[in-house]
């Protein structure tokens, strides 16, 4: 069965140093969105691609994050610099059929 | 601004047990409903998902409700089983600008 696909699955970084998260989305899948979930809660959209193009970035702290689908499939979401506050999971969900499918997560320990 | 609650925000029930958690969202202008179960440390898994122009959905023992007027969402689970033991969140698709907003969610316990 088809999945989405992060890594890392952790990451312990030090405050002010850069971190980068993968996602491939499964194959097809036009939609493709981060999210963040701090422990206790739900998600929080940071941003959504329809193919190469942001569709939705208004929850993105654009000063430190970024976020690039450079060829329409997998994605990348950049930190720099890290902050203790940023500690959480970071999911990469895509959909297709109005149904979102989502990865393990990356789980962000800023130390 | 869309709002989603989830209430219980945690629940404890013995096996066997047919339960309700509830979602309820202040917008009803929602494209459609979404539920979902997580496993701790894990990513989220659909369960259900409902469009604004459906009443209900039904998987397994799982059955989803949608009253998009009165902004409420129910998932009935029967005969519950230690394996549901999970967080189960609703998410909601705003119509319009399609942006989707998750419930916090609530974390259940099946008893063995």
């Known amino acids: 069965e088809a999945e989405v696909a992060q890594s890392p699955r952790y990451k312990i970084t030090e405050k002010s140093q850069a971190v980068a998260f993968w996602c491939d989305p499964i194959?097809?899948?036009?939609?493709l969105y981060w999210y963040r979930q701090i422990l206790g809660q739900g998600p929080e959209l940071l941003v959504q691609?329809?193919?190469?193009?942001?569709?939705?970035d208004s929850q993105l702290p654009k000063d430190r994050f970024s976020a690039e689908r450079l060829k329409g499939v997998d994605s990348t979401l950049k930190i720099q610099p890290a902050e203790l506050g940023d500690s959480a999971m970071y999911l990469c969900?895509?959909?297709?059929?109005?149904?979102?499918?989502f990865g393990a997560g990356t789980r962000l320990s800023v130390l | 601004k869309q709002e989603v609650t989830q209430i219980p925000a945690a629940l404890s029930v013995p096996e066997g047990e047919n339960l309700v958690l509830n979602c309820s969202f202040t917008d009803s202008a929602i494209y459609n409903l979404q539920w979902f179960r997580q496993d701790p440390g894990k990513g989220l898994t659909s369960l259900l998902l409902i469009q604004s122009s459906q009443r209900e959905q039904t998987s397994g023992r799982l059955n989803a409700s949608l009253d998009k007027s009165s902004g409420r969402s129910t998932l009935y689970i029967a005969a519950s089983q230690p394996g549901d033991s999970a967080t189960y969140l609703c998410a909601v698709r705003e119509a319009g600008g399609f942006k989707t907003i998750f419930g916090a969610g609530t974390r259940l316990f099946v008893k063995a």
């Open positions: 691609f329809q193919d190469e193009s942001v569709v939705d």
């Open positions: 194959s097809g899948h036009a939609t």
């Open positions: 969900a895509s959909r297709d059929l109005g149904i979102q499918y």
